[in-house]
């Protein structure tokens, strides 16, 4: 008879197909999205088939399809179909560079929740060819909190304030702010040219569309999600003007679409820039996506204080401001 070690039987067992399961909401998971409770669920399914099994209603809620923003209520009962499960992805080694490194980026911890300085380059998320992201790292750094969530994310080349929940409680407490509009979050922005002192705000709804590629990009479309984000002359220079951006809604990509619908697109932005803008940029040092949350507030679920923290331009953003002043 072959003999199987131990870790082949619960690798194996880990790959095999499980039974349809049904699963009643709870109070506590009340409010979030099917998509974002399913990644949770069903720890080791790839994102993209998460999508995939909504997408083609497999998963039910009270045995009716449901789109991935569809937001859980209490009681609902959702149809979880049979997916293989493959073994969750090791964490990275806490004592990586690169992990230590996020650790010095937490400028704001207690029991309940983290805030995270995020750097320009590291996505939120490990996937789609990458090791780990932002939160994985957390996770290795951080191995006696089980319940390390993001409340929010960043683009992989924006950097800047992120919030982190500890608790299931506090990240529902976090996202009914979100949908509230009460937790406020400014950005601040390299366009190009002379922004308008008439353009406060940019209302324009928005279509996400994935190219054949796989590539995301985002649209002003009148079919898409209404969206709006307010805008501020921070400072003007020459040829660009610094801005400071306030997201009122959150979609994906949207202050960077903004700007470009707006006519002044944001300096570094490999989607949507402008190649002549950035190569001027670049000729000045810019490295990166011109894109900072610096500025963060919110109201704390536990203490009921209210929250406000600020992360100064990293050096290399500021230098580049210093350069565009002397011309």
Known sequence: MHVVELSDKIRAMKMIQHEVTFHRVSQDETGQRIDNFLMTKLKGVPKSL?????????????????KPDYKLQPDDTIRIPPVKLSERPELPSAKLEQVQALADAIIYEDDHLMVVNKPSGIAVHGGSGLKFGL????RALRPNDKNLELVHRLDRDTSGLLMVAKKRSVLKALHEQLREKSVNKQYLALVRGQWQKSCRQVEAPLQKNTLQSGERMVRVDAEG???????RIQQRYQQATLVEASPVTGRTHQIRVHALHAGHPIAGDPKYGDREFDEQMQQLGLRRLFLHAWQLTFTHPKTERQCHFEAPLEPALSDLLTRLTAI
């Open 135 to 138: 939160i994985e790292a957390l």
């Open 50 to 66: 998460v999508y995939r099994i909504v997408r083609k209603g497999e998963v039910r809620v009270n045995k009716k399809r449901i």
């Open 225 to 231: 999600k209404p969206s709006l984000t307010r805008f």
